[in-house]
């Protein structure tokens, strides 16, 4: 099989975090996004960690968290901790009816989140559980995964079965 690298396609920055995009083609397309934690050196950013030490605790120390959409497969949501764990989940395509997204208000902030509508759960699922990336970095991610989404609607179409995309 010949698989084919290439180099990170979209890169959007910011103060806080960075999204990089990669394609893998080879029996399939794999598209995975990362959304990183921008790390700075600056003694102003040193004394603003000093400050909220306690943030980066209740945040357990993450690294980066990203999305592997397998157009055929589904998508695997992946948590990487400073300390060397992984965190990971698999939800199938066949599972995923949309993805969508939302913005949540409290009290203290407002912010957009991505999360699938997956059958048989009575939550959404979010795609970044610990992260809260802005919306320019989520819309991409949107369009992927929406793209692998009809993709499986459309051959659940062909092969005559629509009754178990609805159910």
């Keep these: 099989?010949?698989?084919?690298?290439?180099?990170?396609?979209?890169?959007?920055?910011?103060?806080?975090?960075?999204?990089?995009?990669?394609?893998?083609?080879?029996?399939?397309?794999?598209t995975r996004h990362h959304v990183v934690v921008e790390q700075g050196a600056s003694f102003i950013g040193m004394c603003i960690l000093c400050i909220l030490v306690a943030?980066?605790?209740h945040r357990n120390g993450i690294q980066q968290e990203s999305v592997v959409v397998m157009p055929t497969l589904g998508v695997q949501l992946e948590t990487y901790?400073?300390?060397?764990?992984?965190?990971?989940?698999?939800?199938?395509?066949?599972?995923i009816l949309a993805a969508v997204i939302n913005e949540a208000v409290t009290p203290f902030t407002c912010y957009w989140y991505l999360a699938l509508i997956v059958r048989d759960e009575r939550k959404l699922v979010l795609v970044f559980q610990e992260l809260r990336p802005p919306l320019d970095m989520l819309v991409p991610i949107w369009k992927s995964l929406c793209?692998?989404?009809?993709?499986?609607?459309?051959?659940?179409?062909?092969?005559?079965?629509?009754?178990?995309?609805?159910?």
């Design 55 to 57: 943030t980066a605790i």
């Design 1 to 30: 099989m010949d698989v084919h690298y290439q180099l990170p396609r979209a890169a959007i920055s910011t103060k806080k975090y960075s999204y990089v995009c990669e394609d893998r083609q080879g029996f399939q397309i794999i």
């Design 81 to 95: 901790y400073r300390s060397g764990k992984v965190f990971r989940r698999f939800v199938p395509m066949g599972n």
């Design 147 to 167: 793209s692998a989404i009809a993709n499986k609607m459309l051959q659940q179409s062909n092969d005559g079965d629509w009754s178990s995309s609805f159910a």
